[in-house]
Structures are given as C-alpha cells and as structure tokens.
C-alpha cells in the first residue's frame, strides 16, 4: 500500500460535484473508493467515512420533505444541510491533506 494524500483529498472534494452535475460526487467517490480501497492506504477509513455521511444526508434531507410540506420548516432543514453537505468535505479535505482522519458530525454509521 502507498501513501497518496491527494487522491484522498480529492476523494473528499469529489463530494462537491453534486452542487453541479447533482449525483455525480457520490458516483466518482464510489468509483474511487472501490477501486484505490486496497491500493491507497487510508482510503477505506476516508471512503468509508464519505459513504455514511453522504447516506446520512440523504436520510436528513428525506426527512425535511415532510417538513417543507406541513410547517414550512423544512427548507431551513435542507439549507442547513445544504450549508453542512458543503462545509465538511472542505474542512475533511484539508484534514486528509495533513495525514488526519476524516470527522463528518451528524454521520450515521452504516459502514464500518
């Protein structure tokens, strides 16, 4: 296994595609993950990290529908989200870039 910090960090700023191409950041992190995972070292650690926040933002945001739909809340919800969806692939990005490893709050743990 080798040590490539920056494909980590671009595994984390791939994230941000989805503000463009709208599911891309989750296909190119999926692809990357799945085939440097045995490869890079920390990329399962990093990949696995990116996987359960980005299924953990995509449940906050099913859960904020019903919110928008009954209390108006809901879109604060998905700003914030949004606002947090942005943010932490940054801040992850610049940790990975260090030799740290990845810390999404609000991540649920699906895969370990």
């Excluded at 891309?24 to 359960?52: P, Q, R, S, Y």
Aim: charged share 15%.
């Amino acid at each position: 296994m080798k040590k490539d910090n920056q494909l980590l960090v671009l595994t984390h700023l791939s994230q941000l595609l989805d503000y463009v191409t709208g599911i891309g950041g989750f296909i190119v992190h999926l692809i990357l993950w799945l085939t440097k995972k045995d490869d890079i070292e920390g990329m399962d650690l990093h990949g696995k990290a990116i996987l359960n926040f980005r299924i953990s933002i995509f449940i906050y945001l099913i859960l904020c529908i019903p919110l928008v739909l009954l209390l108006r809340l809901g879109i604060l919800g998905i700003i914030a989200i949004a606002v947090i969806a942005f943010i932490f692939p940054i801040i992850n990005a610049i940790k990975a870039n260090k030799g740290e490893a990845p810390n999404y709050p609000f991540s649920i743990s699906f895969i370990k």
